[in-house]
Structure formats: C-alpha cells, structure tokens
C-alpha cells in the first residue's frame, strides 16, 4: 500500500477547472466500484481510497464497509491520480464523506475537514506519538492514522557481495556503489521514474529540513544545492534505472532483477522476501556526508479524513470511528494481511508478530531511529514545487541554486497565504 501516489500536478489547475466539472459525475468514471458496500441501512456514505496496488485490498475495504451497519457505506476505489479527483471532488457538493489522505494544513484551513478529537478521546494515548502530531493542526486533530509505511533502499546482498560493496553510508557511496553494481543487463539503482520520491529523503539527509518550527524555508541550504548536484551527476550516468515498466512503490523491476537496489516501501516486503527471500537486505537514505548529515527514512501513510461537505458529518464521524478505532482486527488485517505496514495504534502493533523478525523488524527499527513523518504545513503545492526543482536541476542538468531559488518565491507566497 504505497504512501504516496501520484502528485505531480498544480492544485491551482484543480481550483480552475472544478467549476466546469460537473461534480465530476459523482467520480462515477474515476472509480472501479461505485456500489454500495450492502450491510447497513439509513444514511448513505460514500467512502474514498487510492487504488492500492495488493491484491484484496478492494475486496478488504469492500468488507468492512459491508459489515458497517449503521450506514450504507459505498466504496469508490480511484486507480491513477488519486489526489487530483480527490481535491476535484472536496470542490463538488457530491464528493466522498470520509476519504483517505495525508495530513496538510490548507485542508483544515480551508474548512474541507473537520476535527476529529471527540471520536479520539481517550485512545490518543494508544496512536505512535508522531501520528498524532503530525495530524494536529491549531491544536486539533484532523485525521486517523490507518498504517504507517516507511519507505528504505532494498538491495540484493548477493550483487554487493560480489562487487565486494558494503551497504552505502553516504550519498558518494550510494552512486559509487550504483555505478559498481551496473551491468548490460542489471541498473544498480532505481528510485522512481521522476526522483520525486526520495526529494525530501534527500533534503533530510543533509540535516535540513523543509520547514523551521516557524514555518520558514529551510531546505535551502549549501549542502542540499551539493547535494542536488550529485543526484544529477548519478542521473546523467548510466547507473540508474529509468523507463521502468511500473513506479517506484511497485516491487516488480527489483522482484525482475532490473536493478540491484530500489527506493520502495515496506508495504512491498512480502512480495520482495517471495522473490528473492533471504537475499535481501534494507537502509535508510544514506547521509549526505556532511557534518550535520543523518540517514534518512520517510515515514509516509495513509489516514482517514471526514469531509466537512459530508451530507451528515455526526454520522461519518462516527463510521471512522468504528472502522479504525473501535475494530482492531480489521485494523490488523488492513496492516498485515496484504503487504506490510506498521499498525499505528500500539496496542494492534503489540500483536503483529509478522513484524518482529527479519527484514520486518529491522524495517519497523528503521522507522523508530531514522524515521521523518509527514509536516502538514508542507501543502500540496509545495510538494509540487520541489519536484519540479528536482525535474529541472536534476533530469534537465538546470542550475539547483537558481532553481531552489524560483522555489523559494512560491513557497513563500504560500506560507503568506497560509500563516499571514
């Protein structure tokens, strides 16, 4: 269950074109199931995920929605750019009632959400701190956490073995190591078919961040331009994997034996350890080398959000409650049963035995010691704005100083728009 899906697009574009929209239909063309999920009656609620790539992952949100009884409960399931319909749709006066997503401040701001404390009260303390907190918005929180994901480097020990390469502790290393593991027929990296997955892995492992506790620029620093610079030495090369048949949260061109080492997620650990079991090995981000430099792992998932456009909030309120705080046998199945993730309540995650050997647990040490969760001030648009630093600088060889520098002016406007 991929953490992050596709985001390159501009929410101004969404913002223009929803007025001739026409409520996009109810997403009846987005969707592969707009039925009703059959076990409750009164109200109908439309519930909204991203496609996930495991199999029976439709077929899980599907029974729990039938087992809900208090609500007919609708599954749309949105294949392609999940973030795109869904901003679409929060515009329209027929979009979903309770919908997944990541934790971002302009949702709250922008009152497409509601405050979710009342249906936490007194199971705050049973969330990973850090899932609380990076969902608490002017002192409220807005969402429920319902898997943590983790995102690390995958390699084959076996091909750095027989390079006689040790596990890359820095970035030099890192493209060291991808140049030694090349082959006519295996790419010694793949990390994504535009980068923009590891951009913030990237920025963090220099010791920045993208924000100050102030909410101020802070990824644009020497180091990251340094740092920029490098990832387009590697990109220009012949060490990375590009045209891959599939993104970077589908195992297959590691699982294919395309590359040596890919960027993916610890949602994808079953089908890996199936593939190639033993012979497989996971790190962080490595550090940047710098003296403030640190390893770096991306703690991304996915949360569930009630629509403040919700024909009946009291009553999606009380259907998110059930589903991802009261049932936690459902929980743990949504958590273990079709990839891997990391309950976030602790109570769930004391029971997930799945987790606590092997590559699995070394996956969940990962997320407690290098782990970087989600900023909500860091909005969509940003999100945006960065990768197209890393398109510019990184794929088309631009100046990264002068590309962070016509970052710098759009994110700042939005920080103004947001924090005055």
């Given amino acids: 269950m991929p953490a992050i899906s596709s985001r390159e697009w501009d929410r101004r574009d969404v913002l223009r074109a929803a007025g001739g929209i026409a409520a996009l239909g109810a ?4 969707g592969s199931d707009t039925g009703r999920g059959g076990g409750g009656s009164g109200r109908p609620l439309k519930q909204m995920y991203h496609a996930y790539g495991e199999p029976g992952t439709q077929q899980a949100a599907q029974k729990f929605a039938k087992a809900y009884q208090d609500a007919d409960v609708s599954v749309q399931w949105i294949p392609g750019e ?9 515009l329209s006066s027929d979009g979903p009632d309770v919908f ?14 509601v405050p979710l404390d009342d249906i936490l009260e007194g199971v705050k303390d049973d969330f990973n701190e850090a899932d609380i907190a990076s969902h608490t918005i002017d002192g409220k929180v807005y969402g429920v956490r319902m898997i943590d994901d983790p995102q690390f480097l995958y390699y084959r020990k076996s091909l750095l073995e027989k390079a006689g390469i040790e596990p890359p502790d820095t970035l030099d290393a890192l ?23 590891v951009q ?11 924000l100050t506790p102030d909410n101020e620029i802070a990824y644009h620093t020497d180091e990251v331009v340094e740092a920029l610079r490098k990832l387009r030495r590697l990109y220009a090369g012949k060490a990375l994997l590009k045209g891959a048949p599939t993104e970077h949260w589908d195992p297959a061109s590691f699982n294919q034996g395309l590359c040596a080492m890919q960027w993916c997620g610890m ?54 409650k059930w589903l991802w705080i009261d049932q936690k046998e459902f929980q743990r199945e949504w958590c273990l049963d079709y990839g891997f993730h990391i309950p976030p309540r602790r109570s769930v995650a004391a029971g997930a035995e799945e987790l606590k050997s092997g590559l ?25 704005t960065l990768t197209d630093v890393m398109a510019n600088a990184v794929r088309d060889d631009a ?17 103004d728009k947001i924090f005055g």
Wanted: net charge negative.
């Fill in 27 to 30: 997403l009846t063309a987005c």
């Fill in 82 to 90: 999940y973030e795109k319909k869904l901003f679409t749709a929060l």
């Fill in 100 to 113: 997944e997503f990541h934790p971002q401040i302009h949702m709250a701001h922008e009152r497409q959400i």
């Fill in 175 to 197: 493209i060291e190591a991808a140049e030694k593991l090349t082959t006519d027929k295996v790419k010694g990296l793949y990390l994504g078919q535009t980068l923009q997955p």
């Fill in 200 to 210: 913030n892995p990237l920025i963090w492992s220099t010791g920045a961040e993208l």
């Fill in 267 to 320: 949602w994808a650990m079953p089908q890996i350890l199936e593939a190639h079991g033993d012979d497989v090995g996971i790190m962080p981000w490595p550090s940047s080398g710098d003296p403030k430099g640190r390893p770096a792992v991306y703690n991304g998932g996915w949360s569930a959000f009630v629509s403040a456009k919700a024909k009946d909030v009291d009553a999606a309120k009380a259907f998110v």
């Fill in 360 to 384: 699995a647990a070394e996956g969940v040490k990962l997320f407690n010691t290098a782990g970087i969760f989600d900023n909500p001030s860091w909005t969509q648009s940003m999100i945006t």
């Fill in 399 to 415: 100046d990264p100083e002068r590309e962070l520098d016509k970052a710098d002016k759009k994110i700042r406007r939005e920080l």
